[in-house]
């Protein structure tokens, strides 16, 4: 049974979607989850999110919560009598790790998206941006198990949903990141040796098959 009445409006490929998930599993919620349909949207998501029309969505006591990182922090602000934080607790360890969530925000989808759907010279460059990208992460992790640390944090949950696209991206992309950044995949790999992060992402083969289904449709093969 959902605890204090918590739903979540999801889209499976999603890696925002994810994120929310991670959290709640790392606090040992349980909560209802409601896939939606992004080209047909549900009444209830129009309703609880009027001004984006976007999933993730966190419905807790009927009130909704709107963008990922938001709700991750919401998640740990609320039940933080759950094991342990998500986010430090000291305000400049804090700041970093709220800028570096802000950092994949802006940086990361974008980049993993244009390798996937990109073709030729164009697809050349967005595959250098988008190891560059994964470089300033890397440096930033340095060699620490998790980027806050000893322990798996807010800047792990933000990042790593994206690493279930990998394997499209290598593919399309005709890449390896394991050679480009080999100490990322290494944290990639501890995330998924957690339960609350395995339980989470889907298979990287159906998050393939769910991106050769979208470039069908939309033209982009």
Same mark, same amino acid.
């Not at 990109?118 to 190891?131: D, V």
């Not at 944090?153 to 950044?181: H, M, N, Q, R």
């Given at each position: 049974m959902a605890e204090a009445n918590v739903v979540l409006l999801d889209f499976w490929p999603s890696s925002y979607g994810m994120r929310v998930k991670i959290a709640l599993a790392e606090k040992g919620i349980s909560y209802e989850c409601k896939q939606e349909d992004l080209e047909a949207r549900s009444s209830l998501l129009l309703e609880m999110n009027p001004v984006h029309k976007m999933i993730p969505v966190l419905i807790h006591n009927g009130k909704p919560i709107c963008e990922s990182l938001n709700i991750v922090q919401y998640?740990?602000?609320?039940? %933080?009598?759950?094991?342990?934080?998500?986010? +430090?607790? &000291?305000? !400049?360890?804090?700041?970093?790790?709220? $800028?570096?969530? &802000? !950092?994949?925000?802006? %940086?990361?989808? %974008?980049?993993?998206?244009?390798?996937?759907? /990109?073709?030729?010279?164009?697809?050349?460059?967005?595959?250098?941006?988008?190891?560059?990208?994964?470089?300033t992460l890397e440096y930033e992790l340095g060699d620490k198990p998790y980027f806050g640390g000893e322990d798996? /944090?807010?800047? &792990? @949950?933000?990042? @790593? +949903?994206?690493?279930?696209? $990998? !394997?499209?991206?290598?593919?399309? /992309?005709?890449?390896?990141?394991?050679?480009?950044?080999?100490?990322?995949?290494?944290?990639?790999?501890?995330?998924?040796?957690?339960?609350? @992060?395995?339980?989470?992402?889907?298979?990287?083969?159906?998050?393939?098959?769910f991106a050769m289904q979208y470039k069908q449709r939309h033209g982009l093969e």
């Open positions: 998640i740990d602000e609320t039940w %933080n009598h759950k094991p342990s934080s998500l986010l +430090p607790s &000291d305000p !400049y360890k804090r700041s970093q790790a709220r $800028f570096w969530g &802000d !950092y994949i925000d802006k %940086n990361v989808y %974008n980049a993993v998206k244009r390798v996937w759907t /990109g073709k030729g010279k164009e697809q050349e460059e967005f595959k250098k941006q988008f190891i560059q990208c994964l470089k798996f /944090g807010y800047v &792990d @949950v933000a990042l @790593v +949903p994206f690493t279930s696209w $990998f !394997y499209t991206v290598e593919t399309c /992309g005709k890449l390896s990141i394991e050679k480009e950044c080999p100490k990322l995949m290494a944290w990639a790999k501890r995330c998924m040796e957690k339960e609350s @992060v395995a339980t989470s992402l889907p298979h990287p083969h159906q998050i393939y098959a």
